[in-house]
């Protein structure tokens, strides 16, 4: 069963730093593009960053391009979200997901996805 | 940027209804479409993908429809368990943009 589990959010003050992991089992994780997607409380769902399986391709939602650094160890089985320069708009759950579907390298849907942590900025 | 526009924001409606979600994008994106489930509290749950493909585990009560710019998510017959916010995304080109999403509220 394919599971991930995201760990490392929490209260940041506005400006500081916060690295997110998830943590994959259940399928290779070196042959799956990965992805984080936010959600604001109350609001939808907005794309955040993908990264492929060799961590050699990555794309950036403009919001939080320069900023945040998505990666991966392979060897550990897991993602990061460095997120530096954080503002109260980046507030929200945090999901990983895994990119299915293989005509493009970063996937094409999301699935399965984590269970969500919290980052909340603010003084 | 392609942005995806959800119609309606919300709706009510009773159990056994027929109910149908649609979603626009402005620009064509083939058939890179995909709908998402999400319940309160919940992480979203993948519904459909490539517009009409059902993921594996997923009623047959749930099809989708459309290419290009238009598409739609179709529930033929709510359950109690259907009422969710339901959410269509495209992957044509990044950024990977999500529709505002459809609320289905118990009438």
């Known amino acids: 069963e394919v599971q991930l589990v995201e760990s490392g959010g929490g209260l940041v003050r506005p400006g500081g730093s916060l690295r997110l992991s998830c943590a994959a089992s259940?399928?290779?994780?070196?042959?799956?593009?990965m992805t984080w997607v936010r959600q604001a409380p109350g609001e939808g769902l907005e794309w955040v960053s993908s990264l492929s399986g060799s961590g050699a391709s990555t794309l950036y939602a403009d919001s939080v391009k320069g900023r945040f650094t998505i990666s991966r160890d392979n060897s550990k089985n897991t993602l990061y979200l460095q997120m530096n320069s954080l503002r109260a708009e980046d507030t929200a759950i945090y999901y990983c997901?895994?990119?299915?579907?293989?005509?493009?390298?970063?996937?094409?849907?999301?699935?399965?996805w984590g269970q969500g942590t919290l980052v909340t900025v603010s003084s | 940027d392609i942005q995806m526009t959800q119609s309606p924001s919300s709706l009510s409606a009773s159990v056994g209804d027929r109910v149908t979600i649609t979603c626009r994008a402005s620009?064509?994106?083939?058939?890179?479409l995909n709908w998402y489930q999400q319940k309160a509290g919940r992480a979203p749950k993948l519904l459909i993908y490539l517009a009409a493909t059902l993921q594996s585990g997923v009623p047959s009560r749930f099809s989708g429809s459309g290419s290009g710019t238009g598409f739609s998510l179709t529930i033929s017959s709510l359950q109690r368990e259907d009422f969710a916010t339901y959410y269509c995304q495209q992957t044509y080109s990044g950024p990977l943009t999500f529709g505002g999403g459809t609320k289905v509220e118990i009438k």
């Open positions: 620009q064509s994106i083939s058939n890179h």
């Open positions: 259940g399928f290779t994780f070196r042959d799956s593009a």
């Open positions: 997901a895994k990119s299915g579907g293989d005509t493009s390298w970063y996937g094409r849907w999301f699935d399965p």
